[in-house]
């Protein structure tokens, strides 16, 4: 063995232009002037994602926030001090548009499209500065729903769309308490009238994000005596001294990975509040930041894991084991071909997402599309949190030892992908909520049935190359109708304890239409990217798309034998 080996590290040029799949998605998606536009912001900031803004993450991981409760002469303070690495990429945010790009609505209904694909070369770089901008586009979604005639929210939504770092803001979102996490019916935080408009909030939220935000959207109850009278309030933190009103920072959170992100638990004690939407309709209120969150969350996974494929690629393009490099062997090859697949589902699905989401916020969504919206959005961010946990430990087995080691960074791919199948809610609250847009889709706008039909039209017509492909995704959708169908006459248990794998499936095989489509266009089109779209789409479709197995007695028994319980408890 030489001892002056030394390994070669993996590294990263333009996030950009070495992403074939986004740049052929987005040929595909956008007319041709839009197309233009965006592709040079985002050669631009490929760039800066690989140059200046990785270097401010990298810095940022290093420096992990602190909490000084108290100054040197015992005054209460609740400082929470970053880095200035954290403090320069909530100034790159802004510069870039990041948030405003959805609401300058520069493209119309494709800005959605745009700032999307920006997020996505923006956060695995960002050391996960991505979270507090998700908050604040949220946020921004549901004062622009919400705040109408209230001059404060409105100035609110100004600072969170802003461009000027000066002026913008993030926000925060404190939902999750001890007695609550996912299940917010066990609030119990109250919030109390002041008598001049506003509301005083005590309580404890137990996981707050992004706490050096300059407000939070939280939720609290507008009377402790009944379970249906949660509201939704904005809260600026600090007063003009910088100093918190009625908030006590009890401790920083020590996590898995989010690291650089200030994460609190709080006391809110008189914490002054303005009432964002109805008095009792907080849960309803919230959800345009829940929806917007959501998205967020999905194309972080499939950011997460285009960023593993290209350390993992050219790490092998370098690495010489067995007489040859690594891309050159065969078993090597497949692995990284089959995390290339995987990566480029999640990225179809997300920017289909991005397609319905912006056309609904400018008012030229269909009915059907809306509808599909409101059951691709829990669908996308489910599927893609657990393919990105997946994705990324395949990603650091793909380095041997080396992406065990934390100074190569490598591991922090897995700690940061791990939050995304938790936060945001996790599978089993999200493939519920899949079934509570089904049916509440039955009385108003039949939300399951014209996305099969939506999904089956776009595999209508293809070539013989994904013929066979188009085939497995038709099966499949007919798996989902009869399951949908037999969901209605089934008891509720029995439905959800299916909801997993239901909406997996459903995710699964959306994918599967959206690959077909899109190689279907780059082949006829003769795409740079064609042969590379062709492949992904038939590996993906090779497989069961809707794996579903019927509940009924016997498995509710097996159940219970497993887990060494009652199954009927």
Not at 104 to 121: D, F, I, M, P, T
Not at 131 to 153: Q, V
Not at 385 to 392: D, K, Y
Not at 474 to 483: E, Q, Y
Request: hydrophobic letters at 45%; one cysteine or more; a neutral charge.
């Amino acid at each position: 063995m030489d001892p002056t080996f030394v390994q070669s590290p993996p590294s990263l040029g333009n996030t950009f232009a070495h992403d074939a799949a986004l740049r052929s998605q987005l040929r595909r998606l956008l007319p041709p002037d839009v197309h233009d536009a965006v592709e040079t912001d985002l050669w631009h900031f490929g760039a800066r994602a690989a140059g200046d803004v990785l270097a401010l993450g990298e810095a940022a991981e290093a420096a992990p926030p602190r909490h000084v409760p108290y100054d040197a002469w015992g005054r209460r303070v609740d400082r929470i001090e970053v880095s200035d690495a954290w403090r320069a990429l909530d100034r790159v945010s802004a510069e870039e548009g990041i948030v405003a790009l959805a609401y300058e609505r520069a493209h119309g209904a494709w800005s959605r499209v745009h700032q999307l694909a920006k997020l996505y070369l923006f956060h695995p770089s960002s050391a996960v500065y991505s979270c507090p901008l998700a908050m604040t586009d949220g946020a921004a979604r549901c004062l622009a729903l919400h705040g109408d005639g209230d001059a404060a929210l409105a100035e609110a939504y100004r600072h969170l769309t802003s461009r000027d770092p000066a002026t913008f803001w993030t926000s925060g979102q404190w939902m999750t308490e001890r007695t609550g996490g996912s299940d917010v019916s066990g609030t119990s935080t109250v919030a109390q009238p002041a008598g001049d408009g506003t509301w005083r909030l005590h309580g404890v939220k137990w996981f707050t994000s992004a706490t050096t935000s300059q407000m939070a959207l939280a939720l609290a109850r507008t009377d402790d005596r009944t379970d249906d009278t949660l509201s939704l309030f904005h809260v600026e933190l600090r007063d003009a001294r910088g100093m918190l009103r009625g908030i006590r920072v009890e401790r920083l959170k020590e996590k898995l990975g989010t690291r650089a992100l200030p994460t609190a638990e709080l006391t809110l004690d008189g914490a002054p509040a303005r009432l964002v939407g109805e008095v009792g309709r907080g849960v309803r209120t919230v959800s345009s930041l829940l929806n917007v969150t959501r998205v967020y969350n999905a194309a972080c996974a499939a950011a997460g894991m285009r960023r593993g494929v290209m350390l993992a690629r050219d790490y092998a393009a370098r690495r010489i084991a067995f007489g040859r490099r690594l891309l050159a062997q065969p078993l090597h090859a497949e692995t990284l071909a089959a995390l290339e697949v995987e990566t480029r589902g999640a990225l179809a699905l997300v920017l289909h997402v991005a397609v319905l989401l912006g056309r609904d916020e400018c008012g030229d969504a269909t009915d059907a599309e809306r509808a599909a919206l409101r059951v691709l959005t829990p669908v996308a961010k489910a599927f893609t949190g657990r393919q990105a946990v997946a994705a990324a430990s395949e990603t650091l087995e793909a380095f041997g030892g080396a992406g065990y080691v934390e100074d190569t960074g490598l591991p922090r791919l897995l700690r940061d992908a791990q939050v995304l199948s938790i936060w945001e809610g996790t599978t089993n609250v999200l493939s519920l909520d899949v079934l509570r847009a089904m049916a509440g889709a039955k009385a108003r706008d039949a939300a399951l049935d014209p996305l099969l039909a939506d999904l089956a039209r776009r595999i209508a017509d293809t070539s013989p190359p994904l013929a066979g492909a188009a085939v497995r995704v038709r099966r499949a959708l007919d798996t989902l109708a009869a399951h949908a169908r037999a969901f209605a006459d089934a008891p509720r248990d029995d439905v959800e304890a299916q909801a997993r794998r239901f909406a997996l499936a459903l995710g699964r095989t959306t994918i599967g239409a959206l690959l077909v489509e899109h190689a279907e266009w780059a082949a006829r089109v003769d795409d740079a990217d064609a042969a590379a779209s062709v492949a992904a789409a038939r590996r993906w479709c090779a497989y069961d798309l809707a794996p579903l197995a019927s509940m009924d007695a016997v498995r509710r028994r097996e159940t219970g034998s497993l887990l060494g319980i009652d199954a009927a408890l």
